[in-house]
C-alpha cells in the first residue's frame, strides 16, 4: 500500500520543520543580544535542506507517496530546488534588514521559513487537499510578514489589504475545488482527470465551468494577475523590502505552480474554460502592469507593477497552447523556465532596492539620481538586474522572452499570434520604465545633500545575495542551457 | 406524500450561503464583518464537501472539511490580530479609513 514514508523523498521538508522548531527555541532561549543566531540557524537549515534534493536527483526516477497524493519527481525537485534557492537569497537579504528593526527576529525567520516549507509542498502537491495546505502554509505566514512593524500605518494597510484579498480567494478556490469534487467524486488530481470528462459531456458542465473560473479566479489573486491584482502595489509598497522580494518571487512562484499542475495534471478536460480566462488574464496584466508601472515615482511599487506585468508574461505561453489546442507540454516548460530566471532577477533587483534605500535614504527613483557614481559596484548590478528584467541579451531575461515566444510559435493560429503581439508590444513599454532607473542611476546627476548614508557598504549577507543573483543572471543569459536543464526536467511530468 | 432531502438542497443551500458571504465582503466596510462573510464562505465549502462526500459515499469530502477548519482557524486567529494591531492605532476597524497608499 502507498502509506510506506519514504524518508528520503521527504527529506527537505523533515530538514526544514527541524529548522523551524529549532529556530522557535533558540528564540526562546537565547538572550536578547544573540538573537542573530536564529538567522544563522535558518541559513544553514535551508542549505541544508538543499543537499538531499541533489541526492534525490541524482538518484533520478519518481517517488509516490500516500496512494500518490504526494509525488517527488523531477518537475517536483526542480521546483523545490527553485524555492529554496530564492528562499536562501531572501533570507540573506532580510539578515540586516531585520536587524536594524527593533522587532523580534526569531520569529521572523519562524514565518518565512514556514513559508518555504509550504511551497515545497506546494510543489509535490497531487491532489486538492494537499495542494490546498500547501498553499495556505505558504500564504499564511505573509499575512503577517506583510504587517511585519507593528507600528507602521503603511505596514498594517499592508497587511490587512493582503490579508482580506487572500482569505478571499482562498474561499473562492475551495469552492470551485468542492465542486469539483462533487462532480466528479475525486480528490486526487488523476482521478479528476479521469472524471471529468463525464462531468463535461453531461448537464452539469455549467457547474463545472463555474468551479473551474472560481479556481482560476482565486490563483489570480495569489500570482496577482489583473483584474485581480488590485492589492499587490500597496501590500508591496507597505511590506518590508525582503518580504516584499519574497512575496514578489517564492508566493507568485507558488501560486503558478498550484494553477498550472492542476491546470495541466487534473483540468485539462475542462481547458474550453480556463484557455480563454488564463488568455484574457496573460493580455490584461501585461498590458495594465506594464501602463501603470509608466507613471510610478517609487521604485518598489514600480517593481510590484513590473512583478503584475511579469507575471502576464509567464501566462502567455499556457494561454497560448490552450487555445490553440497544441500539446500542453511545451507550453510548461517554458513556463517553468520563465520561472526559474525571473525569479534569480526578481530577487537581485530587490537586493539592489535594499542596499539603494540605504545608500540614498529613499525609494523614489529621482532620489536615485548619480547612484552610480558614489557606487559604481551597486549601480552596475542595478544595470545588470533592470536591463535583464527588460529583456536585454546577454542577461538572464532574454532566454526567458525567447522561451516564451518560441512556445508561443509553436502553438500557432490566430488568438495565440495576437497574443504574441501583445506581449512584443509590452516588451517595448517595459524597457522604457525599466531603462528610466537606469538612467536616473548613471545619467544624471547627484543632489548635492544626501538623505542617506552614502557610504554605507550593504553588509555582507546581503552582498553575498546580490553576488548571487548577479552571477547566475550574466551566467544563466550567456549559456541560457543551464536554464533549459529545468525545462526539460519539468517535461518528464508532460510524458508521465 | 413525505419531503426527501436530497443532496441537491444541500449543494442549494451551500451556494445561497456563499453568494451571502460574497455579497457581504463587496457590500459590507467593516473588518470584522468581512471576517464573518468569509467565515461563510468556508462554511459553504465545508456544506459542498460534506453533501458531495455523502451522496457519493466517498470519504474524502469528509476529510477535507477537516483540513478547510482547521486552515480557517488559522487564518482567523491571524486576521484578528491584524485588525487588533490597527485597532490599537487608530480605534476604528473600517477598512475605508485605510488609505495611506495609493496610485
Known amino acids: 500500500m502507498g502509506f510506506e514514508i519514504d524518508y528520503l523523498a521527504i527529506a527537505p521538508e523533515l530538514i526544514l520543520v527541524a529548522t523551524i522548531v529549532m ?40 517517488r509516490e507517496m500516500f496512494d500518490g497524493s504526494y509525488t517527488v519527481d523531477t518537475f517536483a ?63 499564511a505566514p505573509l499575512f503577517m510578514l506583510a504587517g511585519w512593524r507593528k507600528g507602521d500605518m503603511k505596514s498594517n494597510e499592508a497587511s490587512l489589504k493582503y490579508y482580506i484579498l487572500g482569505v478571499l480567494s482562498t474561499a473562492l478556490m475551495l469552492f470551485g475545488m468542492s465542486l469539483v469534487f462533487g462532480l466528479t467524486g475525486e480528490v486526487s488530481f488523476d482521478g479528476i482527470r479521469e472524471g471529468i470528462g463525464d462531468a463535461a459531456a453531461g448537464d ?8 473551474v473560473l472560481l479556481i482560476i479566479v482565486g490563483f489570480g489573486f495569489k500570482v496577482s494577475a489583473v483584474p485581480f491584482h488590485f492589492w499587490a502595489p500597496d501590500t508591496y509598497e507597505g511590506a518590508p523590502t525582503p518580504v516584499t522580494a519574497y512575496l514578489s518571487v517564492n508566493s507568485k512562484a507558488a501560486g503558478f505552480v498550484g494553477m498550472l499542475i492542476l491546470m495541466y495534471l487534473a483540468l485539462p478536460g475542462a481547458s474550453n474554460y480556463w484557455a480563454p480566462a488564463l488568455w484574457i488574464m496573460a493580455a490584461a496584466s501585461m498590458t495594465i502592469g506594464n501602463l ?21 508574461f509567464m501566462l502567455v505561453p499556457f494561454a497560448a497552447a490552450a487555445v490553440s489546442g497544441t500539446d500542453l507540454s511545451e507550453a510548461f516548460s517554458a513556463t517553468v523556465v520563465y520561472l526559474v530566471i525571473y525569479s534569480i532577477m526578481n530577487l537581485g533587483a530587490f537586493a539592489v532596492v535594499i542596499a539603494g534605500a540605504r545608500k540614498t535614504g529613499t525609494g523614489d527613483i529621482d532620489g536615485w539620481a548619480g547612484l552610480g557614481s558614489y557606487d559604481a559596484r551597486l549601480g552596475v548590478l542595478a544595470a545588470v538586474f533592470f536591463f535583464s528584467l527588460a529583456g536585454i541579451p546577454p542577461l538572464a531575461g532574454w532566454f526567458a522572452k525567447f522561451v516564451m515566444f518560441r512556445s508561443v510559435m509553436i502553438a500557432g493560429g490566430v488568438s495565440t ?26 545619467l544624471d546627476g547627484a543632489p548635492a545633500t544626501a538623505l542617506g548614508d552614502r557610504a554605507d557598504t550593504p553588509a555582507g549577507s546581503l552582498r553575498l545575495a546580490l553576488i548571487i543573483a548577479g552571477v547566475l543572471t550574466v551566467l544563466v543569459g550567456i549559456y541560457p542551457t543551464l536554464a533549459s536543464v529545468f525545462g526539460d526536467a519539468s517535461r518528464v511530468l508532460a510524458a508521465g | 406524500m413525505s419531503l426527501v432531502v436530497t443532496p441537491g438542497w444541500y449543494m442549494t443551500l451551500a451556494a445561497l450561503l456563499f453568494a451571502i458571504g460574497a455579497l ?40 477535507a472539511v477537516f483540513f478547510v477548519l ?29 488609505s495611506e497608499m495609493a496610485g
Open chain 2, 24 to 63: 457581504g465582503i463587496l457590500i459590507r466596510r467593516n473588518a470584522l464583518v468581512m471576517f464573518m462573510c468569509i467565515e461563510l464562505m468556508l462554511n459553504a465549502v465545508n456544506l459542498t464537501f460534506v453533501a458531495a462526500g455523502r451522496a457519493l459515499g466517498n470519504l474524502d469530502g469528509q476529510m
Open chain 1, 77 to 139: 525537485l526542480v521546483l523545490k530546488g527553485l524555492f529554496i534557492v530564492a528562499g536562501y537569497l531572501v533570507l540573506l537579504m532580510s539578515v540586516s534588514y531585520i536587524e536594524g528593526d527593533r522587532y523580534y527576529q526569531g520569529e521572523y525567520y519562524f514565518l518565512i521559513l514556514c513559508s518555504i516549507l509550504g511551497s515545497l509542498v506546494m510543489a509535490s502537491s497531487r491532489d486538492l487537499i494537499v495542494l490546498f495546505i500547501g498553499l495556505e502554509l505558504t500564504t
Open chain 1, 23 to 62: 529556530v522557535l527555541v533558540l528564540d526562546f532561549v537565547l538572550p536578547r543580544r544573540a538573537k542573530y543566531f536564529t538567522a544563522i540557524a535558518s541559513v544553514l537549515g535551508v542549505t541544508f535542506a538543499a543537499l538531499p534534493l541533489l541526492i534525490l536527483a541524482v538518484d533520478g526516477g519518481s
Open chain 1, 204 to 211: 452539469a458542465s455549467t457547474a463545472l465551468g463555474l468551479a
Open chain 2, 70 to 98: 482547521v486552515v480557517a482557524a488559522a487564518e482567523v486567529v491571524v486576521g484578528l490580530a491584524i485588525i487588533v494591531a490597527i485597532f490599537r492605532r487608530r480605534e476604528s476597524a473600517s477598512v475605508d479609513e485605510l
Open chain 1, 417 to 442: 499570434v495576437a497574443l504574441a503581439v501583445i506581449a512584443a508590444v509590452n516588451s517595448v513599454i517595459a524597457f522604457y520604465y525599466y531603462a528610466r532607473v537606469v538612467k536616473s542611476i548613471w
Open chain 1, 292 to 312: 501603470a508601472a509608466l507613471r510610478q515615482q517609487n521604485i518598489v511599487r514600480l517593481l510590484a507593477y513590473s512583478s503584475i506585468a511579469q507575471a502576464g
